[in-house]
């Protein structure tokens, strides 16, 4: 079945560590996001990538980085320059043009 | 920044009612799409209603756009159990790879 897989599904970080949260999809699209949930809140895009190769920033993407070296995999890593990186993580990809967004099921992470 | 604003924040609705949830937003767009959220999952795309359109089903869901008034709106008719879940709202641009933006949910708890 074709779909978006996000891993892990609960991660915990201490003060200062980086951590990496995982993206692929096997849907052979082009565009793909993430998206920050905090509780109660809608979702606010950090990265996303159109193309492999190629990314742009969202609305918050101070202490974060990505890369897309691969058209399935859209890797996310919270540095320790975000201040406050405890939320729920969501991961989307969609076709090219108009279309609805396909997502993973998320990661929560938690600062410990 | 978001775009859609949901309304109402919260409805709660004996089974077998109809459910209608708003959506304003601020900007021109392109296409307005809806989506829901179980807790703690990741979202689900519904129904994407082009910006040329006014009324589109799919099932036992209804959307309409007014693009004069920059609102849209949700119904679910004959509610389930099953229903329960959070829906956003999300906004697209013009352009080959549209960015969506969503709006902030409105949280359906449908009481069996």
């Known amino acids: 079945d074709g779909g978006i897989t996000q891993s892990p599904k609960y991660l915990f970080r201490k003060e200062g560590q980086n951590v990496t949260l995982s993206c692929e999809q096997n849907l052979n699209h082009d565009a793909m996001y993430w998206y920050r949930q905090d509780p109660g809140q809608g979702l606010r895009l950090i990265y996303y990538?159109?193309?492999?190769?190629?990314?742009q920033k969202g609305d918050i993407a101070e202490g974060y980085s990505v890369s897309r070296e691969k058209k399935e995999s859209f890797p996310l890593t919270v540095t320790s320059a975000q201040k406050n990186p405890t939320a729920f993580y969501l991961c989307a990809s969609s076709e090219q043009g108009v279309s609805g967004y396909t997502f993973g099921s998320g990661t929560r992470l938690t600062v410990v | 920044s978001q775009q859609g604003e949901e309304d109402p924040q919260a409805l709660s609705i004996q089974e077998g009612e109809n459910a209608t949830m708003n959506c304003s937003y601020k900007?021109?767009?392109?296409?307005l799409q809806w989506y829901r959220q179980n807790s703690g999952r990741g979202l689900v795309h519904l129904i994407l209603i082009r910006s040329n359109e006014r009324e589109k089903h799919s099932g036992r869901l209804r959307v309409t756009l007014d693009t004069s008034k920059k609102s849209s709106s949700l119904l679910i008719t004959a509610s389930r159990a099953a229903d329960t879940a959070s829906y956003f709202c999300?906004?697209?641009?013009?352009?080959?790879?549209?960015?969506?933006?969503f709006g902030t949910g409105t949280k359906l708890q449908v009481i069996p």
């Open positions: 900007t021109s767009i392109n296409n």
């Open positions: 990538s159109q193309i492999v190769n190629d990314f």
């Open positions: 999300a906004t697209g641009g013009s352009g080959g790879y549209q960015k969506v933006t």
